[in-house]
Nanobody
Framework: QVQLVESGGGLVQAGGSLRLSCAAS????????MGWFRQAPGKEREFLAS??????????YYADSVKGRFTISRDNAKNTVYLQMNSLKPEDTAVYYC?????????????WGQGTQVTVSS
């Protein structure tokens, strides 16, 4: 059974930075593609970034809304994926989730964490 636990959220002023972590247990972490998503009140869930597993070369991909500000990385020895968030804006306020998938499956059909709250004040 795969379990994902996000941490590192909190309250930060506009222009500040936060680093989110997602610790995975169960499964074979190195083979999973990992993604970060967020959902703000009254809005649909939004894709932010993903990083492929070892068999796909660890390729990263970013949504236009966060490109240049957010960086996704993974430490396979620690079974952990990170999201470094810089130059935060009030519109970044949301619950942030990590997800895992394997092969050709979608993130929607994969594994999800419980989420961590990020609040950016103006």
């Amino acid at each position: 059974q795969v379990q994902l636990v996000e941490s590192g959220g909190g309250l930060v002023q506009a222009g500040g930075s936060l680093r989110l972590s997602c610790a995975a247990s169960g499964g074979t972490f190195t083979a999973f593609s990992m993604g970060w998503f967020r959902q703000a009140p009254g809005k649909e869930r939004e894709f932010l970034a993903s990083i492929a597993g070892v068999w796909s070369g660890g390729i990263s991909y970013y949504a236009d809304s966060v490109k240049g500000r957010f960086t996704i990385s993974r430490d396979n020895a620690k079974n952990t994926v990170y999201l470094q968030m810089n130059s935060l804006k009030p519109e970044d306020t949301a619950v942030y989730y990590c997800a895992a998938k394997y092969g050709t499956t979608s993130y929607e059909g994969g594994y999800w964490g419980q989420g961590t709250q990020v609040t950016v004040s103006s």
